[in-house]
């Protein structure tokens, strides 16, 4: 059906960069909000950023005025330039997209959808 992939993660020393991807494919007819979250090992997943479809945007503070969430609706992605990493940013960063799509041709439907995630590790 529909499908998220995110790329671009990695290992990174503090105060260094990172621009993160994901590509939704599959039967789409629209795509509403986009986000990324991140999940720290042990601790819950958070909101990192969010992107509606009119492009308008917010973020978590913790990341503001480092990260920029941005999208591209013609190739059905979004992107995540990460700028000033620290440690604290050590996560799996998921992708997250609101999609109408439908079932066989009919059965119209929004629903949320996930990537599988990709690891940032911010380490000297």
């Known amino acids: 059906q529909v499908r998220l992939v995110e790329s671009g993660g990695g290992l990174v020393q503090p105060g260094g960069s990172l621009r993160l991807s994901c590509a939704a494919s599959?039967?789409?007819?629209?795509?509403?909000?986009m986000a990324w979250y991140r999940q720290a090992p042990g601790k819950e997943r958070e909101l990192v950023a969010r992107i509606t479809s009119g492009g308008s945007t917010n973020y978590a503070d913790s990341v503001k005025g480092r990260f920029t969430i941005s999208r591209d609706n013609a190739k059905n992605a979004v992107y995540l330039q990460m700028n000033s990493l620290q440690p604290v940013d050590t996560a799996v960063y998921y992708c997250?997209?609101?999609?109408?799509?439908?079932?066989?041709?009919?059965?119209?439907?929004?629903?949320?959808?996930w990537g599988q995630g990709t690891e940032v590790t911010v380490s000297s």
């Open positions: 997250n997209a609101d999609i109408k799509t439908d079932y066989s041709g009919a059965y119209i439907y929004t629903k949320p959808f």
């Open positions: 599959g039967r789409i007819l629209s795509i509403d909000a």
